[in-house]
Nanobody
Framework: QVQLVESGGGLVQTGGSLRLSCAASGIIFSVATMAWYRQAPGKQRELVVAIASGGNRNYADSVKGRFTISRDNTKNTVYLQMNSLKPEDTGVYYC?????????????WGQGTQVTVSS
């Protein structure tokens, strides 16, 4: 059974920092592409950043220079360090895992963690 469990969300003032964690189980973490998505109230879910198994990263323009994704394959955990937070960063942040198997593409989601940035 695959589980992605996020933690680290909360309430922070503009300019503050938060670090999100996502612990994965039930998958071969080292070969998964891991990503963080977010969904603001009334908006569609959007990609924040992804990190491939080889370490390549793809950031949304809105977070470049402020957010950093990293992964620890020994702990099956992906992290999102968020600095210089803005009110527009507010939303539910979801951990995502994508794996490609012989049977096809598999995708998994965490339950989400709330991030609120006050102005």
């Amino acid at each position: 059974q695959v589980q992605l469990v996020e933690s680290g969300g909360g309430l922070v003032q503009t300019g503050g920092s938060l670090r999100l964690s996502c612990a994965a189980s039930g998958i071969i973490f080292s070969v998964a592409t891991m990503a963080w998505y977010r969904q603001a109230p009334g908006k569609q879910r959007e990609l924040v950043v992804a990190i491939a198994s080889g370490g390549n990263r793809n950031y949304a323009d809105s977070v470049k220079g402020r957010f950093t994704i990293s992964r620890d394959n020994t702990k099956n955990t992906v992290y999102l360090q968020m600095n210089s937070l803005k009110p527009e960063d507010t939303g539910v942040y979801y951990c995502n895992a994508v794996l490609f198997r012989l049977s096809g593409r598999s995708e998994y989601w965490g339950q989400g963690t709330q991030v609120t940035v006050s102005s």
